[in-house]
């Protein structure tokens, strides 16, 4: 009986040497009774958006209530997709309205969502602010408050 075990087991052993080995033969082919990994999803990509007031707006004076309205609702736009964690910062210089200059720093999986982003904005749509969008990568951001000297 003992003998009867042994080559069992032996029979066994050779074939699981044999599957493997036909396996390894063809590494294209998954191994016996694998389960399928997930496809990682791409890591969306940063870009940088950049608005400025369309050269009608550099006079205040022609600042009409509609415009007021579409800046406000682009306001809150970036501040929806902030608090999402779609925009990673937004701002502008604080200079007159020639000169303003208006910066989103976000994400999109592509180059085409990003200007989609950026075209859809309120402001943008109303004309009273007009986009580009440039690939960028944060390379330094601080995350914690500075020190005190």
């Known amino acids: 009986m003992h003998t009867r075990s042994t080559s069992t087991l032996s029979r066994f052993t050779w074939g699981c040497l044999a599957a493997i080995s036909l396996w390894a033969a063809d590494p294209a ?28 707006y550099h006079d205040a004076a ?12 682009h306001f809150q736009r970036l501040q929806a997709a902030t608090r999402t964690g779609k925009v990673l910062l937004a701002g502008r210089t604080d200079e007159p309205n020639d000169k303003t200059l208006g910066l989103v720093v976000f994400e999109a999986a592509d180059a085409a969502e990003a200007e989609r982003f950026m075209s859809e904005d309120p402001a943008v749509v109303a004309g009273v602010m007009l986009q580009e969008v440039r690939p960028y990568q944060v390379a330094l ?9």
């Open 29 to 56: 082919s998954p191994p016996p009774s694998s389960v399928s990994a997930p496809v990682p999803t791409p890591k969306p990509r940063q870009f940088l958006g950049i608005l400025r007031l369309a050269p009608k």
């Open 62 to 73: 022609a600042m009409t209530a509609e415009a007021q309205a579409a800046i406000g609702r």
């Open 141 to 149: 951001m601080r995350t914690t408050p500075p020190s005190n000297p």
